[in-house]
């Protein structure tokens, strides 16, 4: 439907149709299981004009659109709908400006986040953000999910790196970047659509804080004795205000997993503190007396993670789902430090379903960190597989809203967590409606965003 209009927008070589689905496992079951997704016209514009005349046409023909970037996302949050359009944003890729004296850059959103990472190490800089998938995403993906990477502790997460968006609004109305480096004229609007798994508008563009890359970085490893001692050190050394490049501590079964030689029961913390070589080195005897009573490992354990860094690939998530029957995922949750303890006990107990049921934590603040859940297993039929699929989230889920921890940290909504979004925004979910009808009226942009259409 609409294709010959499409077409005289973007061009007939940049429409085509076909099953778009992103890489949440439990699509990948159905896939498996003879549900495909099914085929959508997928429009790929060369600029913002065009971004803005496929978004009128949609909202005068009620269409539903999704904007997609590297089509990673671990939710569903990327799922159209038979009759609904795909506004692929890889046409928009150019690295616009890389300030370096006011540490800025300005690029559009279908730039990849490799490629763009690549770009300003080449020149000494880095944006730090580092998630897991990197090599497959776009700028704004990682914006519109609210991403944060493996070097979070130090540089935030992607809220803490945009200064300003470029949007294309559902009536195909444009709101341009503001100055910064901050303001105080007005909230931080720009903000709503991080997070908003394109259900305002289109993200086209970003003004980014970027930083030097340190001089230097000492990373080490420690044994504990358990995951209450390994997370009191964590809250200590940031609390003390060191800002880690990486502090993740793995419980024993995600230590075992990940090849790290300890003794029974023991857990991992990998370690990096970084900066110039004296203050890196002076922060690493800060983190050491910190973990006065563990075992120290030396270099090897972060050696071990620096190489293994990006091994949870989509091939091997794929890979891994492959056989009839199989069920794999992953469920990053955050909570104060006084409520981990009891949240890994609970989840842990509630996705151990299948015999593979790890833990790690990472993302620290202050006041708190994130938990990284990893289950999976294997159903003897497919609805058997989905069954135990169901009850791990549910369990995890429960468990979270019950503890009062945050049911995503870092991978969004989409359809896995539709059904949990309002437990968790009680009050908030009017404002999120009010604001979702507000700028999208006609409902267009992503049903499967934030728990649907409003
Ligand atoms: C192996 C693996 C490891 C991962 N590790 C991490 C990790 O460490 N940290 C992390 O945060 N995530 C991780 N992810 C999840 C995923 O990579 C992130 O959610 C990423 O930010 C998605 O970016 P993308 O460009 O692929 O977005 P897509 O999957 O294309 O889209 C995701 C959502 O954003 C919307 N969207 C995309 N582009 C735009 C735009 N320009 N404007 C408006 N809306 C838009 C889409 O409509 C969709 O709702 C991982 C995924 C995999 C498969």
Not at 342 to 352: G, M, Q, S
Not at 366 to 389: H, L, P, W
Request: a negative charge; charged letters at 20%; proline letters at 5%.
């Amino acid at each position: 439907m609409g294709r010959t209009e499409l077409e005289k927008i973007v061009g007939a070589a940049a429409v085509d149709e076909r099953p778009v689905r992103d890489m949440w496992p439990l699509g990948i079951m159905e896939e498996r299981a003879g549900i495909p997704a099914p085929k959508v016209l997928v429009v790929r514009p060369a600029g913002r004009e065009q971004v803005a005349e496929v978004l009128r046409w949609a909202a005068s023909n009620h269409v539903a659109v999704t904007p997609m970037g590297g089509g990673s996302g671990v939710c569903g949050a990327l799922g159209p709908a038979a009759g609904e359009i795909v506004l692929d944003l890889g046409g928009l890729d150019r690295v616009l400006e890389i300030d370096e004296t006011n540490l800025t850059c300005s690029c559009e959103a279908g730039v990849n986040g490799y490629a763009l990472e690549q770009q300003l190490n080449s020149r000494g800089l880095t944006l730090g953000h580092y998630p897991s998938s990197l090599p497959l995403t776009s700028v704004g993906g990682l914006i519109a999910t609210r991403s944060s990477g493996q070097e979070s502790s130090r540089y935030g997460s992607i809220e803490d790196m945009v200064i300003s968006l470029a949007v294309v609004l559902p009536d195909g109305s444009f709101a341009a970047p503001r100055p910064g480096p901050r303001s105080a004229v007005g909230p931080a609007l720009h903000q709503l659509f991080m997070g908003a798994e394109g259900g305002l508008g289109v993200v086209i563009g970003a003004l980014l804080r970027i930083h030097r890359q340190p001089e230097a970085t000492v990373g080490r490893g420690f044994a504990f004795a358990d995951v209450r001692s390994g997370l009191e050190c964590m809250r200590s050394v940031m609390q003390a205000g060191i800002r880690p490049l990486v502090l993740r501590l793995y419980d024993s079964e995600d230590a075992a997993f990940n090849g790290f030689e300890l003794s029974a029961g023991e857990c991992a913390l990998v370690v990096a503190t970084t900066g110039t070589a004296g203050v890196a080195a002076a922060e690493a005897e800060v983190v050491k007396a910190f973990a006065k009573g563990a075992k120290p490992l030396g270099e090897e354990p972060w050696q071990r993670w620096q190489r293994h860094r990006f091994d949870l690939s989509a091939e091997r998530l794929k890979t891994f789902l492959e056989p009839a029957g199989a069920y794999l995922d992953t469920i990053e949750l955050a909570a104060p430090w006084t409520v981990l303890p009891e949240l890994h006990t609970r989840v842990k107990a509630a996705i151990a379903v299948g015999g593979l049921a790890l833990c790690h934590f990472s993302h620290a603040y202050e006041q708190g960190c994130c938990a990284y859940f990893t289950f999976g297993g294997s159903g003897d039929t497919e609805a058997e597989a989905r069954a135990a699929y169901g009850r791990a989230w549910e369990g995890a889920m429960s468990a979270a809203l019950e503890l009062g921890a945050t049911i995503s940290h870092h991978h969004g909504v989409g359809q896995a967590r539709a059904r949990w979004v309002a437990d968790e925004l009680g009050g908030w979910m009017r404002v999120w409606r009010a604001v979702k009808s507000g700028i999208d009226p006609e409902g267009i942009m992503n049903p499967r965003s934030v728990g649907g259409r409003s």
